[in-house]
């Protein structure tokens, strides 16, 4: 047993550092080639945190063991406001801004579709259907990043490279992503693993213990920010994940379609979007003696209950 949580703890820990040089050495490489900040943040760093779910849904769903993934991604979902932003909202009271709500409201909506297209299984045309929903988001965020000036105003700094740098910043990205699909093949391998020897169901691991390990990046730049008082990365980058976790499923159902249990309908789904529509009241409004357009350290306590019963449900 102790070998099989071993395992474990090895696939979530290759998962989370090769998305990590993933995302370092891509980043250097399209700086070198003259990608602009802004399209790097925008797109490599908000899906650096995701990948660790993506490539472990991706992976669950080609071994037949389609539960996995979508426990991993709602479960991800979940944990991320409910856990790891109520735990750096703990710590440090986060402010948020109009963009915020404005993109908290966007995750909403589609939170709300998902929802919808999960009645009866999440089909490949469904899955479709977000992924377009997910272009038009990006589309839009980046034509908005252009009007705003968050591309043009950038420094046109020259940057004289070699083509063996930009070369070798491939081969790290490769190799990044040669332990991303390690570690989900190994954390894949020892959830089923454990959920025979337990005699549980491999969804339920995967929604508490596999989430929770796919989110330790979110965990760690949340926490990080929010000492260091950067609190809107805090909230982007969950809101962000939450929205590239929706893609992955979408992603996930053209591989296998995606069944859903009695349990993902009556207990998850209901929880997945109390969440969020809590923490779009929390942000925007005065509750608990907090100030508009902050999460506070009560609001953070009240997501940790609620991730508490969460938790507790899945054992019911």
């Known amino acids: ?26 980043s250097q490489a399209a700086r070198l080639l003259g990608v602009s900040n ?8 908000a899906f650096s945190t995701t990948l ?26 979940i944990a991320n406001p409910a856990l ?10 986060l402010a948020t801004n109009r963009s915020i709500i404005r993109l908290n409201y966007i995750l909403l909506i589609y939170l709300l579709i998902l929802s919808l297209l999960l009645i009866d299984g ?5 899955g479709l259907i977000l992924l377009i929903l997910f272009a038009f988001y990006m589309r839009n965020l980046i034509k908005g990043g252009r009007r705003t000036g968050l591309e043009t105003n950038e420094k046109k700094t020259k940057i004289e490279c070699s083509r063996g740098m930009v070369t070798r910043y491939i081969v790290f990205t490769i190799i990044g992503g040669g332990l991303v699909v390690a570690g989900a093949r190994i954390l894949i391998d020892s959830t089923i693993s454990i959920s025979t020897i337990w005699g549980v169901p491999e969804i339920l691991i995967a929604i508490i213990a596999v989430a929770i390990g796919t989110s330790l990046p979110e965990l760690a730049v949340a926490v990080t ?8 990365i805090s909230i982007g980058d969950i ?8 893609m992955v499923l979408g992603a996930t159902s053209l591989v296998s379609t995606i069944p ?41 306590v009240i997501l940790l209950i609620i991730y508490v019963l969460f938790v507790y449900l899945q054992f019911v």
């Open 239 to 246: 809101l962000g994940a939450n929205m590239f976790n929706v």
């Open 225 to 232: 920010a929010a000492f260091k008082k950067m609190v809107g």
């Open 84 to 93: 790891i932003l109520a735990l750096a909202a703990v710590f440090v009271p």
């Open 38 to 45: 802004f399209m790097i943040g925008l797109t490599l760093v």
């Open 52 to 77: 660790p779910e993506l490539s472990v849904s991706l992976m669950s769903a080609f071994s037949g063991v389609v539960d996995i993934a979508v426990g991993t991604t709602l479960g991800s979902i």
């Open 260 to 300: 859903v249990t009695t349990k993902i309908f009556t207990i998850v789904i209901p929880i997945m979007l109390l969440v969020n529509v809590l923490l779009l009241l929390f942000m925007s409004t005065k509750w608990f003696g907090s100030k508009k357009w902050q999460l506070s350290r009560a609001e953070g």
């Open 1 to 26: 047993m102790l070998y099989y949580f071993l395992l474990f703890a090895v696939g979530v820990a290759l998962l989370i550092k090769g998305a990590d040089i993933v995302v370092k050495y891509a």
């Open 122 to 126: 999440l089909v490949w045309y469904e």
